[in-house]
């Protein structure tokens, strides 16, 4: 069989939008599904991106492009400097490499973007998935908090990105031809995704819930009634009953242990808690600070300095154990200095004052890309206060690998709108 001329220059013209579509659903259906399965559509855009460079087709960047990757780049370097000096080894090169690599992958997005079909239905199955994983833990297998194939917390966290981005793609699912569809699609993928968090008992991840609603309505709750607006604020108030209600859940027992654990560490009577240990955490990490606040202490130096507080009694034994400040801005002030604490609130600020510019874009398509894009470090933000996402590999790769994804989709749009 033989397909005319333009039908075959056609076809394979669409197999690079194709393979990022393919890659882009990947990253997220299946991200929390399987051991690292988010690192498979990453692979895949990191190879394909690394094509486009030795074969120089490098697409022409934006002058916001390249403070999206200035971004990526000054972090890593900051990290890399630390495990440096720090004596760190290959293994402080490992995580911070994946911003580096990170930036491939956008390259080829910004050169072949996919279709938003892969981009929301991969979110909505991740989502799903990552829902239904945690509720037959918790309720079948009858875990304490479930973890998925990864970190309790991290799986707990991600979970909830995965459904709070589903939310931002509402305004994308309105203008479909099949819209009844896709709206309900992403509104189970929301439900799973917070689900997923809330049986995971990972309570970092509800802190910042208030600010993602405030960013929705920021970008879709001034078009909606009166009527609309009270529907879905009783929707969620509702919503948070039900579940604080239902014992099976955990949040209740989960709320109750953290004002336990505050009014224990207040009294003096147990430092060591879960939430007591994070105190002392943050306590001795900013000891630290003010003893090295330019240059940082590094990872192994922190460590050593908080071993010995712990040992002289500055703070409990069982927060002394660990290589974390359990605080990604305390973590990264402790370790790396103001420059890398700079270095971090860049990562993060940068790319959410960019794509916050299209908030209320007249078109719903580049609007919902640009909330889910604002979203990205809003949550990541919110992670941080209580746990240092960036010191595991599936934060790492979801916040680097979800960057370069929408930051390439959003960058085409705005150039053709």
């Known amino acids: 069989m033989t397909f005319p001329p333009h039908a075959t220059t056609r076809s394979t013209s669409e197999l690079p939008h ?3 579509g393919v ?4 990253l997220t259906a299946v991200s929390l599904a399987i051991p690292s399965g988010y690192s498979i559509g990453a692979v895949i855009l990191l190879f394909a991106g690394m094509g ?6 490098v697409p022409v960047l934006s002058k916001q492009d390249g403070w999206v990757i200035a971004a990526l780049v000054a972090y890593a370097l900051v990290c890399m400097l630390e495990a440096w000096w720090d004596g760190q080894g290959s293994r402080g090169f490992d995580k911070p490499s994946r911003f580096i690599l990170a930036i491939p992958a956008l390259l080829w997005v910004l050169r072949y973007p996919p279709k938003l079909v892969y ?21 079948v297998e009858g875990v304490g908090r479930a973890q998925g194939h990864t970190h309790v917390i991290q799986f707990g966290n991600l979970s909830m990105l995965l459904g709070v981005l589903c939310m931002a793609g509402f305004g ?23 689900l997923g968090s809330l049986f995971s008992g990972s309570r970092g991840g509800w802190v910042g819930f208030p600010i993602v609603l405030l960013v929705l309505y920021r970008a879709y709750g001034t078009q909606l009634s009166t009527s609309w607006k009270v529907a879905a604020m009783s929707a969620v108030l509702v919503g948070g009953l039900t579940v604080y209600a239902v014992p099976q859940m955990g949040v209740q027992a989960r709320v109750h242990q953290a004002f336990n654990d505050v009014a224990l560490y207040v009294s003096g009577e147990n430092r060591s808690t879960s939430v007591g240990s994070r105190f002392e955490m943050w306590r001795g990490a900013t000891l630290l600070i003010q003893e090295k606040p330019l240059m940082g202490w590094g990872s192994n130096g922190y460590a050593d ?56 874009a007249s078109h719903l398509t580049t609007r919902a890309v640009a909330t889910a894009g604002v979203l990205l470090p809003v949550t990541f933000m919110d992670f941080g206060l209580t746990q240092v996402f960036m010191e595991h590999n599936s934060g790492v790769m979801m916040y680097a690998f979800m960057l370069a994804v929408l930051w390439g989709i959003y960058s085409q749009r705005i150039k053709e709108d």
């Open 172 to 194: 994308w699912a309105v203008v479909q031809r099949h819209r009844g569809v896709w709206v309900a699609l992403l509104l189970a993928g929301a439900a799973g995704g917070v």
């Open 305 to 360: 300095a908080m071993a010995d507080f712990g040992e002289a009694g500055v703070i409990s034994a069982e927060a002394a154990r660990y290589g974390h400040a359990h605080n990604e801005f305390i973590d990264a002030f402790a370790k790396r200095g103001l420059l890398g604490l700079v270095a971090l609130l860049a990562l993060y600020l940068v790319p959410m004052r960019l794509f916050a510019r299209h908030l209320q």
């Open 18 to 20: 194709q393979l990022t």
């Open 23 to 26: 890659a882009v659903f990947l």
């Open 52 to 57: 486009l460079i030795l074969t120089r087709r």
């Open 119 to 139: 981009v929301w239905g991969g979110i909505a199955l991740g989502a799903i998935s990552a829902g239904t994983w945690g509720g037959w833990q918790k309720l």
